[in-house]
């Protein structure tokens, strides 16, 4: 079926530096895609998202890119701080018939900040 | 103001027992969510409620899966003759309007023994 995957399972980095995280997406279709954040014991947290009619997004701190034609989305964390460390999940918004909709997540990545 | 709080936070059941497991919304949000989350992957989608009307139940994993929300705000997922392969996070979302971002509560972890 349709999937939403990610292709690193962990990231270690030193504070300061840049983060990417990456994640593939198998439904051509989807038409919106959201980052969260979570953190231990907590739920996922929205950080940004982007429609499939764009390339790129900008937040605080954060960049979100897409590139339909490898169906491959990532997030840029600048100047990561030990405050990001948590698990990033990619997830795909998508409608159904009935009135509904629901996200589909990948699997996450754990990001850890070196202080 | 309050977010999505849901409860217990930890719950442990023997194979077999019935859970309950309970979700109060934002105030005035009209978009109801539940998920699974199992240990290492992201959350799964199980049930989506519109006010009162569960509108799509598609990711209920079997029938032992119910969900209501009788009066169109706190929500209770209940699981009947829990297995072990129920243990997981679930946690609860909710949104103002349908399409609107999605706020999660911090989950309810079920361990069945």
């Known amino acids: 079926g349709e999937s939403v995957g990610l292709h690193l399972p962990t990231l270690s980095v030193q504070e300061g530096d840049n983060s990417i995280i990456n994640c593939a997406y198998s439904?051509?279709?989807?038409?919106?895609f959201i980052w969260y954040k979570q953190e231990s014991g907590k739920g996922p947290q929205f950080i940004i998202d982007?429609?499939?009619?764009?390339d790129k997004r900008q937040g605080q701190r954060v960049t979100v890119l897409l590139n339909k034609t490898v169906k491959h989305l990532s997030l840029q964390i600048a100047a990561t701080q030990p405050g990001d460390s948590a698990v990033y999940f990619c997830?795909?918004?998508?409608?159904?018939?009935?009135?509904?909709?629901?996200?589909?997540f990948g699997k996450g990545t754990k990001l850890s900040v070196i202080p | 103001g309050a977010g999505v709080s849901q409860s217990p936070r930890y719950k442990v059941a023997k194979r077999g027992q019935d859970v309950a497991l309970r979700c109060d919304p934002i105030?005035?949000?009209?978009?109801l969510f539940w998920y699974q989350q199992a240990l290492g992957q992201g959350p799964e989608f199980l049930t989506y409620?519109?006010?009162?009307?569960?509108?799509?139940k598609s990711g209920l994993p079997s029938d032992r899966f119910f969900a209501e929300r009788p009066e169109g705000s706190v929500s209770t997922l209940k699981i009947q003759r829990t297995q072990q392969e129920d243990s997981a996070v679930y946690l609860c979302?909710?949104?103002?309007?349908?399409?609107?971002?999605?706020?999660f509560g911090p989950g309810t972890r079920l361990t069945v023994l």
């Open positions: 105030s005035g949000h009209v978009s």
């Open positions: 439904n051509s279709a989807s038409d919106y």
């Open positions: 979302a909710s949104s103002f309007l349908r399409g609107d971002e999605q706020f």
């Open positions: 982007i429609r499939s009619n764009m």
């Open positions: 997830a795909e918004k998508s409608y159904s018939g009935a009135g509904s909709y629901q996200l589909t």
């Open positions: 409620f519109q006010n009162e009307a569960q509108l799509d």
